[in-house]
């Protein structure tokens, strides 16, 4: 894709990465990605706001071939994949100075060399004039590092948000639209690397609403032209609110496990209680992500491997406690051959969830009468506490 301009004097610059699969060695990209970069002219000065992805900096070079001079490089976060192009963009233009936060100054210079006589940090709120346009810094800690920061062009009503309400989504559209899907996109990058820092995330959003903007321009994905859609969407998962639903992660190795999920998902749907259900050795944990934004409980489906649970439970339930989701209720059930640790192992595992734990069901080998009879219980003590969310 060419350079699109969004307004005069401001134009994205991004790579389009459609065909990248993993980011980070660990989250699934079904819809690839994009790192976008946006070229600020003043009267007097230009700014790159964010460069992009090593990767990816073939695009940038093209898109910088016409570009004769750039006085400043906007780095609103030092993640490789927005900072990593920024040690191509001060060789081309030696005059260029680095604009970040103070957070973000040890960051650049310790993962990209940058020269620390090059590097200029900005306060919270503090302004810079290109001429006829003025760039104000609005600090945004923790959405999703702790120096990330946005970026307001008053003149054009536009602000920049780096990671902050993005998607990975490659397309070659540049606005968002009506699109649903981007909102769902946008769901499954808010599980994945904003929901961890929900109250920053609630205070990041206050900030950004007491500007007066059109435009909402994050470093991956669409650019907002009907920016509520995602403010709301945001201010909603990143509330109190948690929706009447299970999410049930679970591995069956011999099938008695199985029986026990089905049982209790079957139960649970019986008494209007909504369950999504997740088989961990296929499933594509951003999904499992995305359905822990909201949901109100988790129950953990674990068979017992050398007494603790199943590698595959372990890995979930860690991920789980990672993303810190606003869950209220937890349970774990499982078979087991002889004899197991698997309540006392997952419970260690999850100590930033503060769940209320309403049971655990547990049966050596097949489940029968007794162990339904206590799935049938545990549906009832779901159901019970759901009524009163
Ligand atoms: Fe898109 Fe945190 O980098």
């Not at 389009?16 to 989250?27: M, Q």
């Not at 769940?355 to 049938?376: I, K, M, Q």
Request: one cysteine or more; hydrophobic letters at 45%; aromatic letters at 8%.
């Amino acid at each position: 894709m060419k350079p699109r301009q969004l307004r005069d004097g401001v134009q994205w610059m991004g790579a389009v990465d459609w065909n990248r699969r993993l980011f980070d060695s660990l989250i699934p990209l079904p819809d690839g990605t994009s790192y976008n970069a946006y070229l600020v002219r003043g009267t007097g000065k230009t700014a790159l706001i964010d460069a992009v992805d090593p990767a990816m900096l073939e695009i940038l070079k093209r898109h910088l071939a016409h570009v004769d001079r750039v006085d400043y490089i906007i780095a609103q976060h030092a993640e490789q994949d927005h900072a990593g192009g920024i040690p191509f963009v001060m060789e081309k233009y030696p005059e260029a100075i680095v604009i970040c936060s103070p957070k973000a100054k040890d960051l650049l210079i310790t993962h990209l060399d940058v020269p620390e006589n090059k590097i200029r940090t900005v306060a919270d709120g503090e302004s810079l004039s290109l001429g006829g346009k003025t760039l104000k810094f609005i600090h945004t800690p923790w959405v999703h590092w702790p120096e990330t920061m946005s970026t307001y062009l008053a003149e054009d009503r536009i602000v920049f948000t780096c990671d902050f309400l993005g998607a990975h989504i490659a397309s070659s559209e540049l606005f968002a639209g009506d699109d649903t899907y981007v909102i769902e996109a946008a769901k499954r990058y808010y599980a994945e690397i904003m929901m961890p820092f929900r109250s920053m995330v609630r205070s990041n959003l206050k900030k950004i609403r007491e500007l007066q903007f059109d435009l909402i321009a994050p470093s991956h994905g669409q650019i907002y032209d009907k920016p509520e859609r995602i403010l709301a969407a945001y201010e909603d998962w990143s509330s109190d609110r948690v929706e009447n639903r299970v999410v049930l992660p679970y591995v069956s190795m011999h099938g008695s496990t199985e029986l026990m999920v089905d049982h209790l998902v079957a139960a649970l749907a019986e008494r209007g209680v909504a369950v999504q259900k997740f088989e961990l050795t296929t499933t594509d944990i951003g999904k499992l992500a995305m359905a822990l934004v909201d949901a109100a409980t988790i129950v953990i489906g674990a068979p017992t491997v050398h007494m603790g649970p199943h590698p595959a439970v372990f890995s979930a339930t860690h991920l789980a406690n990672a993303l810190r989701p606003k869950l209220k209720y937890a349970a774990i059930i499982g078979s087991y051959g002889w004899s197991t640790q698997v309540v006392e192992r997952i419970s260690g595992l999850i100590p930033n969830l503060k769940v209320e734990v309403l049971g655990t069901v547990l049966c050596r080998g097949l489940p029968r009468a007794a162990t339904f009879a206590e799935l049938d219980a545990l549906a009832d003590a779901i159901r019970a506490k759901h009524a009163a969310l």
